[in-house]
């Protein structure tokens, strides 16, 4: 089975810097997708960014990119030029190609962005 | 983002009590999911609908019991319920259940006591 660690509970970032959170993943498959979701104080979970495990290129979106390590088995978001409305917790999920719907969730990071 | 609605937004039972929690989605979408939300937990998948059909039910207990009239609304009757099951329900949907991207509501905050 899948599974999902996110071994950073907290994390701390002054506004305007870059802060980068953790992911790693255990699987035996060769195709998957991972994804970093949002859930601010709204508790709406919004999809941050999404990386195909075939493609070599790190997904970038604005101020958020992805070093999706493959080998290692790692996904970590880097957040740059951080905003306080980035504050929220951030989970980092896996979901194989094989299985449908199934999305394996880690425990998620809570960010806060301080002044 | 308004694309999936849930209802009520907070929720206070009984053990006894029967109540039910509302999704619905104004995207189009074919699939709909139910997740549980507990403090320091991943979130855990209970039940997955494809075209109005259950396809999936992750061993969850039969005091939850979903529901799902048409491919825009999805229910998640609750009664007697137990204290642990206290957490925040969320409900998703993808165009179908192979979509690798799922959108979410924002959740229905249940206690129970």
């Known amino acids: 089975a899948q599974t999902v660690t996110q071994s950073q509970p907290e994390m701390s970032v002054q506004e305007a810097e870059t802060v980068t959170l953790s992911c790693t993943y255990d699987?035996?498959?060769?195709?998957?997708?991972l994804f970093w979701y949002k859930q601010p104080p709204s508790r709406q979970m919004i999809l941050v960014i999404r990386q195909e495990a075939y493609k070599q290129q790190n997904a970038t979106e604005n101020r958020f990119s992805v070093n999706f390590q493959k080998a290692a088995k790692s996904f970590s978001l880097k957040i740059s030029d951080s905003q306080l409305g980035d504050a929220a917790m951030y989970f980092c999920a896996y979901r194989s190609t094989g299985t449908a719907s199934k999305l394996t969730f880690g425990t998620g990071t809570r960010l806060q962005v301080t002044l | 983002e308004t694309g999936v609605t849930q209802t009520p937004r907070h929720l206070v039972m009984g053990m006894t009590n029967k109540k039910s929690l509302k999704c619905e989605q104004h995207l189009g979408h074919n699939a709909m999911y139910w997740y549980k939300q507990s403090a320091k937990k991943p979130l855990e998948l209970m039940f997955v609908?494809?075209?109005?059909?259950?396809?999936e039910n992750n061993s969850v207990p039969s005091r939850f019991s979903p529901e799902c009239p048409n491919s825009s609304h999805l229910f998640l009757h609750l009664h007697t319920l137990q204290p642990e099951d206290s957490a925040l329900y969320l409900c998703a949907s993808s165009p179908d259940t192979t979509w690798e991207t799922q959108y979410f509501g924002p959740g229905t905050r249940l206690l129970v006591l």
């Open positions: 609908y494809s075209l109005e059909e259950r396809v």
């Open positions: 699987t035996s498959e060769s195709d998957y997708y």
